[in-house]
C-alpha cells in the first residue's frame, strides 16, 4: 500500500544506520513490525502467572487418550501415536506433482 509520510530526516537517518537499513521502507517496515511484536509480547506477559505445564508422563498420555476419544472410534489406539509407511500408490502420487508440467496443446 503506497502511503506518503513525512519523517524527522535526523530521527530516520539514526534509524537506518543502527538498523543497517538500506532503504526507508525497509526502516519503516522493520519498526511497524516491532510494535507489532511488542504488543504480542505485552499480552504473553499479560498471561503470566495463569499458565501451568505439566510436563510429566501421566500428562501426556492423559492428553493422548483424551485426543483418541475426541477422534472417535476410527482410529486404532495403537497407530495413533505411530507414522505409517506411504503406500506404493501414495508414492507414485508424490512422484507425479514433482515432474515437469506437460505442455498444453494448441486448440484445433
Do not use: C, H
Not at 492428553?63 to 500408490?89: C, F, I, K, M, Y
Amino acid at each position: 500500500m503506497r502511503t506518503n509520510i513525512e519523517i524527522d530526516d535526523k530521527l530516520m537517518a539514526d534509524v537506518m544506520a543502527y538498523g543497517d537499513y538500506k532503504t526507508k521502507r525497509e526502516a519503516v517496515e522493520a519498526g511497524l513490525r516491532m510494535l507489532k511484536r511488542k504488543k504480542a509480547y505485552a499480552a504473553l506477559l499479560a498471561a503470566r502467572g495463569t499458565l501451568f505445564w505439566d510436563d510429566s508422563d501421566e500428562a501426556w498420555a492423559k492428553v493422548r487418550e483424551e485426543n483418541q476419544l475426541a477422534a472417535g472410534p476410527a482410529q486404532e489406539s495403537a497407530t495413533a501415536d505411530a507414522v505409517e509407511p506411504a503406500t506404493q500408490r501414495e508414492k507414485s502420487r508424490t512422484v507425479r506433482s514433482t515432474a515437469q508440467p506437460r505442455k498444453r496443446r494448441k486448440p484445433a
